[in-house]
């Protein structure tokens, strides 16, 4: 795969320059005038150079830094392809959509219409949208919610179906396209989510593209309920504008959901092991605040715990250290949620 640069000598001009001041995670996180200055556009110039041919953008790599010799002879999939995953391709399109707001500038627009054309191609017919595309073998051909992937989407295609700041360039054919996908993301969304008895719940994190049935992704990312992503989803569908009944009727269930199944009397603690190296536990503390697990045993609602082996477990100490440091299996993810977002979201549709 191919990576189309502007110029080689806009290429080592940049490569010359130092580490920008503010780090990539944060580039999103910026006041409105930072975009407008030097610094937002020696970070957009190197963001252009990691664009590929298709139209997105790799995951995992510092965009602050333009792409070294390195990088540029690496093929494996997973350094080079374009990708969702990660906040990968919706970062780089947001961050350069607001240079190019902040700037008019000519370089970044259509680098962002080639981002939003990318989104779109990359769309399953079905509504949902994989890790990886063009497509890989494998769990990444799944619909993937996992950390917010195909969420992170529909929030910048949503916002681009509309002309919000900073898409109000953007022309009205692809305003008209962007909606349209948001529409079948959201049937996608509503599909997928999971029926228990007759209840709405929560939903996996990833599902079978052609069965939407709850699907592995790695070893230790089993079929069940997240009490994580099963958040941003929620937060997607109250931002709908006049929601259906159907919607409505999707997050409430999910809420409700959530609000049944915490984890109470556990906190997790990091320690030291007698080795010295660093260890993460479950101790019970009938005081401390409650816990979401990231995954639930789909029928029982039972948090469970799954570590390389791809053995499932409902004690949180029997995995494996790596995973225990490695992984978030507990969190407070709905909190907000439930105390805040939700009474407001009913206030504001008048729901009694």
Partial sequence: MKIKLPSLLVFFALAATTQAAVKWNDVLRQPAEWYAGAEARTIADSVLLYQTESGGWPKNHDMTVPPDEAFLAETKHDHRAPTIDNNATTTQIQFLARVAEAQDDAP?????LRGLDYLLAAQYANGGWAQYYPSIAGYYTHITYNDNAMVNVLNVLRDASVGAPPYAFLDAER????ADAVQRGTACILRTQINQNGSLTGWCAQYDETTFEP???????PPSQSGDESVALVRFLMGIEKPSPEVIAAIDGAVTWLHAVPVHGLRIDNT??????KDRHAVEDSSAPALWARFYELGTNKPIYVGRDKVIRYDYNEIERERRIGYNYLGSWPAKLILEDYPRWREKNNLP
């Fill in 108 to 112: 970044a627009r259509p680098a962002v």
């Fill in 175 to 178: 305003r008209t396209k962007a």
């Fill in 215 to 221: 699907a592995w992704a790695r070893n230790f990312e």
């Fill in 272 to 277: 030291v092991g007698a080795d010295g190296k």
